[in-house]
């Protein structure tokens, strides 16, 4: 697979580099890990396979080999060779086509996933790309114009069929292709609600406070990226102050920082943090908030941990039946 | 012991050991990290020790909350409050100063003492690695000398050499990788600690001892650190 115009951002992306946070790597891996999962399962591949995360302005791919490509994540007018393909579903790929993504109509992250998965050297056990500790993915950078990236084997049992006949199914449940997350409205704007376990130090505010944070509208500010979803709006007050002794971060921390403004820890977030958690998005919901470009609201509804376990669990059913639609007849 | 458990998401619990660092809730806290490992309990990924406590992540397809905490509540039960176990020594060979440390001349002006005095304060005690985080392998030490508390720079340095060893306000560390930073560089260490894939020297729990040694001692450990990774 040849990059030919990647965006700035694009990088290979697989579930993250997990079980090494006590030595203080990061995560890293897909932001919106069920665009990836589900992308992955269109093209035959485990839903854990590396793919190109590409961000907003989108990518141009050539293809040396026939193959079966599947974009996820964010909306927009991909063309193969000039002409339009469908999002969500199996595309098949001659030797020497060219993939245009374009600029994405909406959403910010876009997955292209490629049948064998790409198949870059594994670091600690994960493709991924940790452009800080620059490891993993093509050389722990980003891709520039020029980049070629190996393709695996395919998995054998895919069938092509199967696999368009299941994408069919999405369009028809249009709710399968993205985990379900609650919404609210104002006018015509739509508010993802991320849901969130209160805690570990919810008991560091002052029960306003979280009316606060779990009532008010926020905005997603400009200097968000891959290590945090920064947001802006009504202002979070501690009791005093903050600064905590450091503890253990995880993807979808929400932490308030000095100024009384939320952070959302996304996949590159550090391993361990200062700042006072209020509360924690659920997994589920962290692919609507990866989604989310600068200036987009958001807000946050409290449920319980057993809730959250609840959830996850139904979202790891939804993919499993998809899966089921692909691998059987 | 005495354990506090809140939730993280639908992935973690967080035990809370204490509310201060101290040496006695790192022990507790390292303490109960071995005593999950060797547990095995089923749907545990994977375990993150702080200063004072640990962050226990648990699969949602194999595991809860109410399960995970009320295992953590045993196992802390089990251990006796004594009952600690002593973490490794792990010897850092430094060289002070000179182009290796080029702010150990700030640090001794600002603690008002000769350069050689510095380096006898650092490398004469064993520091506890409370938790590793900010890079892979960035070790977070307690025990700094008081007399060697030294402000960070006004202005951070864009790069800093992997293996800088160096004080900011009162902690001293080690940054594995080039990284910028903005703290007192005093010396360097020619171990490679940052190399994916192969056991660092060292682990929360365990603790430091700094050991002076020369450019040429520098030049022959780094050769063979190379080599080693070849």
Not at chain 1, 286 to 292: E, K, P, T
Not at chain 2, 122 to 134: A, D, E, K, P
Not at chain 2, 197 to 224: N, T
Request: charged share 20%.
């Amino acid at each position: 697979m040849n990059i030919l115009f990647p965006d700035p951002l694009s990088a290979v992306q697989d579930m993250g580099r997990t079980g090494h946070a006590a030595q203080g790597y990061p995560e890293c891996g897909a932001c919106d890990k069920y665009a990836l999962a589900l992308g992955n399962l269109l093209c035959g591949n485990p839903e854990t396979a590396a793919a190109v995360e590409m961000t907003l302005a989108g990518a141009t791919v050539q293809f040396d080999q026939d193959t079966v490509i599947a974009l996820t994540g964010a909306a927009c007018d991909a063309k193969l060779d000039g002409q339009s393909i469908p999002l969500n579903a199996p595309v098949r790929v001659p030797a020497g086509a060219t993939l245009e993504t374009g600029m994405f109509a909406a959403g910010l992250r876009s997955y292209l996933c490629v049948q064998g998965g790409v198949d870059v050297a594994p670091v600690l056990g994960s493709r991924s790309t940790d452009q800080k500790c620059r490891i993993g993915g093509l050389e722990g950078r980003a891709l520039r114009k020029g980049d070629r990236l190996p393709i695996g084997k395919p998995a054998p049992g895919y069938a092509f069929s199967r696999a368009a006949r299941a994408a069919k199914v999405l369009l028809d449940k249009p709710w399968l292709m993205r985990p379900r997350t609650a919404h609210a409205y104002l006018g015509r704007q739509v508010i993802p609600l991320l849901r969130a376990v209160p805690g570990p130090q919810d008991d560091a505010f002052p029960s306003e406070s979280l009316r606060t944070f779990f009532s008010g509208l926020y905005a997603v500010t400009p200097d968000s990226n891959r290590m945090g979803v920064k947001l802006s709006g009504p202002v979070v007050a501690t009791k005093n102050g903050s600064d905590i002794l450091s503890d253990g971060i995880v993807e979808g921390s929400v932490q308030i920082s000095a100024n009384g403004q939320p952070i959302l820890m996304l996949a590159d977030h550090q391993t361990t943090g200062g700042y006072a958690k209020i509360a924690t998005v659920i997994a589920p919901d962290l692919s609507a908030a990866a989604q989310l470009r600068p200036g987009e609201p958001a807000a946050f509804r409290p449920i319980t941990a057993q809730q959250a376990v609840r959830l996850s669990r139904e979202t790891a059913q939804q993919l499993r039946h998809i899966k089921e639609l692909i691998d059987h007849d | 012991m005495e354990i506090d458990i809140r939730p993280v998401g639908a992935c973690g619990a967080l035990a809370e050991l204490g509310s201060q660092i101290s040496e006695t809730t790192g022990a507790r806290v390292a303490a109960l990290e071995r005593a999950v490992h060797r547990a095995h309990i089923a749907g545990i990924t994977e375990t993150v020790p702080a200063f004072a406590s640990l962050l226990v992540r648990y699969d949602p397809l194999r595991a809860d909350y109410d399960g995970v905490s009320a295992e953590l509540r045993r196992l802390a039960g089990d251990i006796a409050a004594g009952n600690a176990q002593a973490g490794r020594t792990v010897d850092v060979p430094v060289c002070y100063g000179g182009a290796y440390g080029e702010d150990l001349p700030a640090v001794a002006r600002h603690a008002g003492l000769s350069e050689e005095e510095v380096i006898r304060l650092h490398s004469g005690r064993t520091y506890r690695i409370y938790m590793l985080g900010f890079l892979p392998g960035f070790p977070y030490l307690g025990g700094l000398d008081e007399r060697l508390f030294t402000p960070r720079r006004e202005t951070p340095r864009t790069r800093i050499p992997a293996g800088s060893v160096g004080i900011g306000g009162q902690q001293t560390g080690i940054y594995p990788m080039e990284s910028p930073g903005g703290w007192q560089l005093i010396g360097r260490t020619p171990l490679c600690l940052f190399a994916p894939g192969r056991d660092l020297p060292y682990a929360a729990g365990d603790s430091i001892r700094f050991v002076p040694i020369d450019a040429r001692e520098f030049e022959q450990i780094a050769a063979r650190e190379r080599e080693g990774h070849a």
